[in-house]
């Protein structure tokens, strides 16, 4: 794509780039209002043992979507200049073991560096060329595939969000990420309260398995629509803020019920494009544009899951994602 189709192309989702108000407050008044009816079921004392279940598993899917509300919130798309959403959205990114400051600075970082090779990995996944990969020693090696790894990807509540959100961003800087400690204090308390008011199968399907649904969902996600056959990546020579938009962020297709549940995250090439275009804008734009329905595209199938998941490397000479069987170690 040329300079002038380029902008051209960002200048058209301008128009789409502005909040319905009332539509923001009603989007996260009403998830907020049905999570708190799931969590609702989980800790009645007397709810049966399949509605508590039935709620838990509902639980993290609305989860993921208000993560998507404070996802557009924390890129000024929605709700700025309200001191209410303010106050709420950094409350929900403690709790979601995403707190402001190390998520908006990772999360921008990767907006402004998606697909390049070598400085793409904060705030996102590793991705190495081929030839880098063989100079790694063992170690490193080690430490690119197992962050990498499905396990690690599917159980992102502890090494996505606790550990890398929260311990890790601590450590490496206490003073600018001092609510990284908040999140996990706040974390561990919720989960002491409730082991000692309501005992350890509350602490199961109130807390964790929400976790382990919302926060491994979103690590996928977050994955699979950067890390998909298809994708490309280049250097910063050859790198565009478009061509990254449209070449390594995909649109995942989903059925209506997980676009809701996960906020049109799916159009994940438009909020690459723009992303101050708030999330129930997106399918608008997708209809309205028809160069953005030409996206690349990936889904949840498991065939395309496991499809997603065996790429490893980039491989400059062949133009595409590989994995071990295309390897020549």
Known sequence: MNVKNE???????????????WKSWWHLLSTGTLLAGLYAGIFIPKSPLWVKSVCSVFAGLTIARMFIIYHDHQHKAILQNSKLADA??????????????????????????????????????PIVTVEKFKSFNKRDRTIYLFVRH???????????????????????NRSKHWDSLLSMILHLGIAVAIVLTL????????????ALISLGLGAYLFYAQHNFPTATFSDKEGWSYVNAALGSSSYMKMNPVMHWFTGNIGYHHIHHLNARIPFYRLPEVFKAIPALQKAKTTSLMPGEIIRCFRLKWWDPQLGRMIGYRELAV
Do not use: Q
């Open 150 to 172: 499905p396990l690690t990807i599917a159980f992102g509540y502890v090494f996505v969000f606790f550990y890398g959100m929260c311990v890790r961003s601590f450590v490496n």
């Open 199 to 210: 005992g350890w199968t509350a602490l199961l399907l109130g807390l964790v398995v929400p």
């Open 88 to 125: 709420l959205m950094t409350l929900w990114g403690l709790f979601v073991l995403a707190p402001t400051s190390i998520w908006k600075r990772s999360h921008d970082h990767h907006h402004t560096h998606n697909s390049k090779l070598y400085t793409s990995s904060i705030g996102s996944y």
């Open 7 to 21: 902008k051209e192309l960002i200048l058209a989702t301008k128009p789409f780039a502005k909040e319905v108000k």
